[in-house]
């Protein structure tokens, strides 16, 4: 009886079991990749894709198409076939294949076992500055299978080397810390904005507030404001450093600067030297 018992309990676990591997055989057996060159890139530049489709040994999938989806300030639906050619909606985009498997016929009619991959440009002139996701769908008779993306940002242009400086206004860490000898000033290079660098000090009565940073992303840039995301540490003193992130706008009409952080704000900075922005 105890080993009817256990045979059938055997049975059960190995169905089971085999159950498992069946679902989770797709994703195992078809592995999709979708990486960006450069995550932080200027308007005007052609950024570059590598989009891979892997299908492992002992399978045989076959492709209808693929597509690649970019959602941000504006959101893109890029199809094309297993040879790489467009078919539709690939705004600003070009690709070509790099690799394919071979495809089979007969019994297991599909794609054999190896690797898709294509490189695809962008020409981010023909998008909005922002940020935007991306993935990479595979369609295939039975379903869709997908995988997210490296994300990227567009960031607006400077007209040269940006540099500007600025003072006085009010720096707020809370409602205890005011401090009002205040001195900003930050610099951006020419085609790379995730290379600038800057500082942001306060001296109160008996302390002093210094957040050092770096320029990640140029959000806006036109002949009224300039608006920087920055990415960096501040402290009181010689207290322990804390991580911040900081927006800084630029009113070029007024020459002001604000800072706002979910930890600081600045308001009311005079701008004293403002070129190349």
Known sequence: MRKNLAKVVSIFVTIGLLSLLFMLGPAEAFVLGLAVSEKSSTLGDIITFTASAEIEEGESIPISFFILKIEGKEDVMCKFDTNGTIIEGCKGIEISRLSAPELGYGYGYGFQPGVFSFK??????????????TKLIAVTPSEDIEVSGDKFFINAPVKGICSVRANEGILTLSEEDDFDNNRLSFIIPLKKASNGNGFLTGQGDRERFMYKFKTINIIENNNDRLTVLTSGDYKMDNKKKIDAEATITLNKKLKRITVDSS???????????????
Request: aromatic share 10%; charged share 25%.
């Open 263 to 277: 930890d600081f704000d600045a308001e009311n900075m005079h701008v004293t030297l403002m070129k190349g922005c």
């Open 120 to 133: 695809i440009t962008l020409d981010s002139s023909e998008y909005s500055v922002g940020k935007y996701n």
